[in-house]
Every structure is written in C-alpha cells, then in structure tokens.
C-alpha cells in the first residue's frame, strides 16, 4: 500500500508558524525516497509525521504500514551500549518467529551489507561513531521491514562506506522494503530513485530519476 | 499481528544485558551485601538488647506486684485463699502469699538468725524466676513419695554455701521459742533469691496451706502485661467484698519518664530497617537504569511489547539483588559468629529480615521497569531526530 499525504499541513504549537505548508505527495510501496532541503525546511518534521510521531494539524497521511514494520535509523547512534555488534543486531528478530538459525545467518548477512565483517563480537562501545551507525542501519534493516525511515543515516560516514551502506539500502528495496532517507548528502540522494527538495514547508521539487544516474 | 517476545526471548536478553555490566553488577552486589547486613545487624543488635534488658529485668522481678491490705487501721490481712486463687486468673503467672515471720535456729548453723517464713500459693517462680513451681511438702506433713515424715524449705543459694548447706541436705531447725517433736527435720532446696531482692535478709521459706489470713501477696503477672492491667487483676482477685483498700506496689521501683525495654523494642525505629535496606538495594540498581531509558525505549521500537521490555531490566537486575541480599545474609551470620562467638541464637530472623529486604526491593524494581517501559516511544524517536 503506498503513503499518501493530502493537504498536511504541521504546527508545533497553537501560535508557532507552521513547519508543513499544505503538502500532498504519494510515496509508492517500495519507494527510495530521499528528502533535501536546507535546515528548517522540514524533513525531519516530515519524516516524523509520515511515521505516526507527530499527527498532522489538518490534512490526512494515509499509511497503512504497521509501526512494528517500520524501522528508524537515527542520525546519533542508538545502541546497548554495553553489549557486542551481534547482540545489538539480532534483538531487532528477536519477534520475527525466525528460528536461531535463520536469525543468526541473517545477522551475518547484514554484518557483511554494511562492511562490519569481522566485527561481530565487538563490543559497540569500542567502535567509531561512523561504524556504531553501521550497526543502527544493519539493525533497521535485519527483520526485513517494509518502511526504514532515516534520519542523516550517513552523516558520519566516509565516502567509501557510504557508497557501501546505500547499496545495503538499494539491495533492501529491491528485497521490497520502501525507503526515505533525510540527507543533505546529493550522492546519497542521487542514489535515491526519487528526491523531494523542501524549503520552508512547501516542495519546492519533486524529482523522479533512475537509480544512480548522476548529477 | 503483532508480533511478541517469548519469556526466552526476555530471559536471553535480560541474560545479556545482565553480562555486559559484570563489573557493574559485582560492585552492586557487594554495596548490596554491605547496605542489607549492615541494616540486618542494626536491627538484630537493637532488638536484641531490648530483649536482653527485657530477660534482665523480668528475672529481678519487673512484673511482680506486692499487695498488702489497708483497713481503718492502717494495717490488715488478706485471705490467703483470695491470693492462692490469684494463681488461676488468666494474665497472673503466680502468686504467693507471706504469713508472719518468726524467728528459727539451724542446728547446722548455730549462732546464725534466721528468719522462718511460712508461704502459700507458687513461692519458687517468685523467689527465683527460673525455678518452676516445686512440689512442696509442708513441715509435719508426710511425703508420699518418701513415706517420711519431712517437710521442704527453701533457702537462697548464697545463705546455703555460707552456712555449708547443699541443695538436698536435711537439716534439723526449730521454730520459733519451743523446739517442735514432729517435722524438725526438714530437707533444703536452695534457689536464688537476691536476684529479687528476697534474701536482703537471712530468710528460709515454708510451703503451708492456704488456710488463714496473710501480711503481704506477691505476685508476677504475664510478662507484657501493662501495669494498669495488672494493678486491675491483683486488686480485683483479692477484692473480698469488704471493702478492704488494697494498695499495690511494684517490685522494682519504676522511673515513670522511661520507657520499658519492651515497650522500647515495640516501638524501636530499627524495625523498619528491612524496608530501609529494600530501597536502598533498590536505588543502588534502579538509579543507574534511570540513565539507560533509552534501551527501554530501543527495545519497544524494535518490537517488544512494555511488558517483556520491563521484565528483560528486572530480571536482569535481579540477579545481582539476589547474590548481593544472599552474600548480606552470610555477611550478617558470619560477623555475628566472629562477635559473639556463638551460633547465632535466632539465624531464621536474619534470613526473614534479608528476605523482606530482597522482596522490597523486588517489588520496587518491577514497579520502577513497568513505569520505564511504558515511557512513550514517540517521544523517544522524536527526541532523536
């Protein structure tokens, strides 16, 4: 089922200005979104209110994809700080149903999508910041969710390991799983298949674009 | 449908969460053991001395009473009938009345004065409180054991050992002026009668009949009988109708701004020490999850429900309660041994009170997860982005 937003419009209070101006979009199932724009212009209030976080002050989101498919990559790392890359993994299938088998090959699989082979009885409270984030993008897309939403999932990362982590994203739309990622990175966007610039709450635009095509 | 965590599932989690902080756990543990022994020995200690002081002054006599009659005169007698039923009233744990004192000789002891008197009722538990009440036979009775003409005295333990008299001895004594043909052999069980203050003077006690009138009835109440309530007894059992004022006096003599070793043990601050130790064996844990809200939190937004979110933290924290309540318990009995040099006179107390602490404290660690689990995940995720 895809995300459709009519006419939403945000305030953060009775007397604030508003942050979403009348914004109407549809997001496909399956979609790579990215959403641009300079700071203040929204993203992060618009990936809250397509999530359920916030509630729109007037218009209507229809989405239908249930919170416990939707995962959340945050732009700080949020992780058991106490406890090993493996660990910090695997409770996000703790509720799959998958058997131990299963949940620990499919650990393995997302440990080596986003360049953390090796790594996986470290603990995370040894690990860079731009590898602590790994572990959050590896966790948000181990139970194979249908929506991943993403905050700045790169803003620590290298050029290198970038690359390596948007190819875990793509591999996991094309596994059916429908990503929006908020970044002011243009390589990250242009390896989105869609990207919606913002500025002051309204779309300033909207641009559909083959997968990897360059700037 | 949701999906949901499975109690393996919490129980894996809550093990790992509970191993990725062993350092953590094993300085909770021993804060834990300090914290609760330390408040279990408070307790034991305090409780302890008041019931000491409470053995102490129960063996001088604080729950006996003397009761003497008051006519127009200003002297009088009481029934001796009255004061042996004294001794079947609920709340008196005996009582004994005192006829008139007369003078006697010890043939083993010549020279010595001795003062004869004769009892009724229950003498033994008054004289000395750790003596039951002794089958005594009257001087000039026969003793149907024995077959033998003999009656029993009691003597205080010091007076015998002066003279060189032993518990068992016959002796031969004569009461009063006249020397008496029948019952002058008498045999002698010795008691201690200084505790209460009984033998200020060279006294032996004779068992007679509750026939006749007495000077003076003693009697001890029920330990924890309140004064007033034994005040009320004793003037009510040797009440004869006729209208005889009854005045009451305690043994020991009583300072009335003080409060009894029992009434201080009542009412003793340390008696809620365990729940003291249960909160603050709690915080030791539960203040240190307060900065971990974000797992919580992480946990619900990677699908588990609040209710396996709060049980995964308390069964992880439970386990260094548990090791450190238990190493408290051993702590309490071992320093107890070390001190005392005794085995500890009352081990399930320590147990009860390590237990009340540990159950305080696991009560208040799942209502404290239950609270943090149920935090809101939206705001979690808001704050985050």
Same mark, same amino acid.
């Given at each position: 089922?895809?995300?459709?937003?009519?006419? *939403?419009?945000?305030?953060?209070?009775?007397?604030?200005?508003?942050?979403?101006?009348?914004?109407?979009?549809?997001?496909?199932?399956?979609?790579?979104?990215?959403?641009?724009?300079?700071?203040?212009?929204?993203?992060?209030?618009?990936?809250?209110?397509?999530?359920?976080?916030?509630?729109?002050?007037?218009?209507?989101?229809?989405?239908?994809?249930?919170?416990?498919?939707?995962?959340? *990559?945050?732009?700080?790392?949020?992780?058991?700080?106490?406890?090993?890359?493996?660990?910090?993994?695997?409770?996000?299938?703790?509720?799959?149903?998958?058997?131990?088998?299963?949940?620990?090959?499919?650990?393995?699989? *997302?440990?080596?999508?986003?360049?953390?082979?090796?790594?996986?009885?470290?603990?995370?409270?040894?690990?860079?910041?731009?590898?602590?984030?790994?572990?959050?993008?590896?966790?948000?897309?181990?139970?194979?969710?249908?929506?991943?939403?993403?905050?700045?999932?790169?803003?620590?990362?290298?050029?290198?390991?970038?690359?390596?982590?948007?190819?875990?994203?793509?591999?996991?739309?094309?596994?059916?799983?429908?990503?929006?990622?908020?970044?002011?990175?243009?390589?990250?966007?242009?390896?989105?298949?869609?990207?919606?610039?913002?500025?002051?709450?309204?779309?300033?635009?909207?641009?559909?674009?083959?997968?990897?095509?360059?700037? | 449908?949701?999906?949901?965590?499975?109690?393996?599932?919490?129980?894996?989690?809550?093990?790992?969460?509970?191993?990725?902080?062993?350092?953590?756990?094993?300085?909770?543990?021993?804060?834990?053991?300090?914290?609760?022994?330390?408040?279990?020995?408070?307790?034991?200690?305090?409780?302890?001395?008041?019931?000491?002081?409470?053995?102490?002054?129960?063996?001088?006599?604080?729950?006996?009473?003397?009761?003497?009659?008051?006519?127009?005169?200003?002297?009088?007698?009481?029934?001796?009938?009255?004061?042996?039923?004294?001794?079947?009233?609920?709340?008196?744990?005996?009582?004994?009345?005192?006829?008139?004192?007369?003078?006697?000789?010890?043939?083993?002891?010549?020279?010595?004065?001795?003062?004869?008197?004769?009892?009724?009722?229950?003498?033994?538990?008054?004289?000395?409180?750790?003596?039951?009440?002794?089958?005594?036979?009257?001087?000039?009775?026969?003793?149907?054991?024995?077959?033998?003409?003999?009656?029993?005295?009691?003597?205080?333990?010091?007076?015998?050992?002066?003279?060189?008299?032993?518990?068992?001895?016959?002796?031969?004594?004569?009461?009063?002026?006249?020397?008496?043909?029948?019952?002058?052999?008498?045999?002698?069980?010795?008691?201690?009668?200084?505790?209460?203050?009984?033998?200020?003077?060279?006294?032996?006690?004779?068992?007679?009949?509750?026939?006749?009138?007495?000077?003076?009835?003693?009697?001890?109440?029920?330990?924890?009988?309140?004064?007033?309530?034994?005040?009320?007894?004793?003037?009510?059992?040797?009440?004869?109708?006729?209208?005889?004022?009854?005045?009451?006096?305690?043994?020991?003599?009583?300072?009335?701004?003080?409060?009894?070793?029992?009434?201080?043990?009542?009412?003793?601050?340390?008696?809620?020490?365990?729940?003291?130790?249960?909160?603050?064996?709690?915080?030791?844990?539960?203040?240190?999850?307060?900065?971990?809200?974000?797992?919580?939190?992480?946990?619900?937004?990677?699908?588990?429900?609040?209710?396996?979110?709060?049980?995964?933290?308390?069964?992880?924290?439970?386990?260094?309660?548990?090791?450190?309540?238990?190493?408290?318990?051993?702590?309490?009995?071992?320093?107890?041994?070390?001190?005392?040099?005794?085995?500890?006179?009352?081990?399930?107390?320590?147990?009860?009170?390590?237990?009340?602490?540990?159950?305080?404290?696991?009560?208040?660690?799942?209502?404290?997860?239950?609270?943090?689990?149920?935090?809101?995940?939206?705001?979690?995720?808001?704050?985050?982005?």
């Amino acid at each position: 089922m895809p995300i459709e937003l009519d006419n *939403v419009t945000f305030r953060y209070g009775p007397q604030t200005p508003l942050v979403i101006d009348g914004m109407s979009f549809t997001v496909p199932h399956g979609q790579m979104l990215a959403l641009m724009g300079p700071s203040g212009s929204g993203k992060s209030t618009l990936l809250q209110l397509i999530g359920g976080i916030l509630r729109p002050t007037s218009g209507q989101i229809n989405n239908s994809i249930p919170s416990h498919e939707t995962t959340w *990559v945050f732009q700080t790392p949020t992780l058991l700080n106490a406890q090993t890359v493996r660990h910090n993994i695997d409770i996000a299938l703790y509720a799959t149903g998958w058997s131990p088998k299963q949940q620990h090959a499919r650990v393995e699989t *997302v440990i080596e999508s986003v360049g953390l082979h090796g790594l996986g009885e470290t603990g995370v409270s040894t690990l860079s910041g731009g590898q602590q984030q790994r572990v959050q993008i590896a966790r948000a897309l181990a139970a194979q969710p249908q929506l991943v939403l993403a905050d700045e999932p790169t803003g620590q990362l290298d050029h290198t390991t970038t690359a390596l982590v948007m190819d875990a994203l793509i591999a996991a739309r094309d596994a059916g799983t429908g990503i929006i990622i908020v970044t002011h990175d243009r390589y990250v966007a242009e390896r989105c298949e869609r990207i919606i610039t913002l500025e002051d709450g309204h779309i300033l635009s909207d641009e559909h674009r083959a997968e990897g095509s360059p700037t | 449908m949701m999906p949901q965590w499975t109690i393996h599932t919490v129980i894996r989690q809550a093990w790992r969460s509970f191993a990725s902080r062993i350092g953590f756990a094993a300085i909770a543990v021993c804060l834990i053991a300090m914290v609760s022994a330390t408040c279990g020995y408070l307790e034991a200690g305090a409780r302890q001395n008041a019931l000491d002081e409470e053995t102490q002054l129960t063996a001088a006599g604080q729950y006996v009473y003397r009761a003497q009659a008051r006519d127009e005169n200003g002297s009088g007698l009481i029934p001796a009938a009255l004061c042996q039923k004294l001794n079947n009233v609920q709340g008196v744990k005996s009582a004994m009345g005192i006829g008139a004192y007369q003078t006697a000789t010890v043939r083993k002891a010549p020279g010595e004065h001795i003062t004869y008197v004769p009892v009724t009722g229950n003498p033994t538990p008054i004289l000395d409180a750790s003596q039951p009440l002794m089958q005594a036979t009257t001087i000039g009775d026969s003793d149907e054991s024995t077959n033998e003409t003999i009656g029993d005295i009691i003597m205080d333990a010091a007076l015998a050992n002066r003279l060189g008299i032993t518990d068992g001895t016959r002796l031969q004594i004569t009461v009063g002026d006249q020397p008496q043909q029948l019952g002058e052999i008498v045999r002698v069980h010795t008691l201690d009668a200084q505790t209460r203050g009984f033998a200020d003077s060279q006294l032996i006690w004779s068992q007679n009949a509750p026939i006749g009138m007495v000077g003076e009835c003693v009697a001890e109440v029920t330990p924890g009988v309140d004064e007033h309530t034994a005040r009320e007894l004793i003037a009510t059992g040797l009440d004869d109708g006729s209208g005889t004022i009854i005045s009451i006096s305690t043994l020991l003599e009583r300072d009335p701004n003080t409060r009894s070793p029992l009434e201080r043990f009542r009412t003793r601050n340390t008696r809620w020490l365990w729940a003291a130790s249960g909160m603050v064996c709690w915080a030791l844990l539960f203040i240190p999850l307060l900065f971990r809200r974000h797992e919580f939190a992480l946990l619900r937004s990677v699908g588990a429900g609040s209710n396996p979110t709060a049980l995964t933290f308390a069964v992880a924290n439970m386990l260094p309660l548990l090791a450190g309540h238990i190493a408290g318990c051993g702590w309490m009995i071992l320093v107890s041994l070390w001190i005392h040099r005794n085995p500890l006179t009352e081990p399930w107390l320590a147990a009860a009170f390590i237990g009340a602490s540990l159950l305080t404290s696991i009560m208040l660690l799942m209502v404290g997860c239950t609270i943090l689990a149920r935090g809101s995940i939206t705001r979690f995720i808001h704050n985050r982005l």
